[in-house]
């Protein structure tokens, strides 16, 4: 019932994928206990993939005008979101949600990553910039999850993990974009480490410079709106 309604839910909104991707117990759990769950039922990670409301490439793009691109795809996926969430509590589903954001700017975490939900759950794979290209939309989406205990065998016939870029080996369009030389031209295997891919730290940092005069982060999408993949889907 709530996993056909879920799909239900996917196939009415064109501008969402949904997947599904096992969670380790406790991982990022903070609302589930172990005793919820049964050889039949398991946590399960709803992933929600929406595309961007507008589409940017680097011909329209301003930082101001991406950034009001995010707050307006943030809130298209709510929307979808406070449905499959009225959806698990109408059927009594156990759920969390789990954290977004990293807890501290040291090791630059989340407890639960939202882009390895969406690789487990054959959504997409992690482009040479380190964020999330989904299979139908591109680069120029929103990632957000909530972690139900669903049926086991039936939450796990997703199509399994992407395990390898799809990215054209040839392709620089992101890391000639970046202003900090921060990618590494490196293609994504699903064993490989963050820092492979980009110098986090280094984008953290720039990233930063902006909280004293815009009390947030810089929205610097440059290598998401360079990227070719999905621009032909649009938006």
């Known amino acids: 019932m709530v996993l056909k309604e879920i799909e239900r839910i996917k196939n009415s909104a064109p501008d ?20 919820e769950q049964s050889p039949e039922r398991a946590a399960t990670a709803i992933i929600l993939v929406t595309r961007h409301t507008r589409l940017m490439t680097l011909q329209n793009y301003t930082e101001a005008a991406f950034e009001q691109v995010l707050c307006d795809t943030k809130e298209r996926s709510r929307n979808v979101m406070a449905g499959i969430i009225k959806l698990l509590k109408d059927n009594e589903v156990a759920y969390c949600l789990p954290q977004a954001a990293q807890t501290d700017e040291t090791g630059l975490r989340a407890p639960f990553s939202y882009k390895f939900g969406a690789v487990n759950a054959g959504l997409g794979w992690i482009g040479k910039n380190g964020v999330l290209v989904s299979k139908r939309f591109g680069p120029r989406v929103r990632l957000d999850a909530v972690i139900a205990v669903l049926p086991a065998a039936k939450a796990g016939e997703a199509s399994g993990p992407v395990t390898q870029s799809s990215c054209p080996p040839e392709c620089v369009a992101c890391v000639a974009a970046c202003p900090y030389q921060a990618l590494k031209n490196k293609l994504w295997q699903y064993d490989t480490r963050r820092e492979e891919l980009i110098d986090y730290r280094l984008c953290n940092q720039k990233r930063s410079a902006m909280l004293r005069l815009k009390n947030r982060k810089s929205a610097c999408g440059l290598c998401m709106v360079s990227c070719p993949m999905g621009i032909k889907a649009g938006c």
Request: glycine share 16%; with cysteine.
């Open 16 to 35: 969402v994928d949904i997947g599904f991707s096992p969670v380790a117990c406790g991982v990022g759990m903070p609302a589930l206990q172990p005793a």
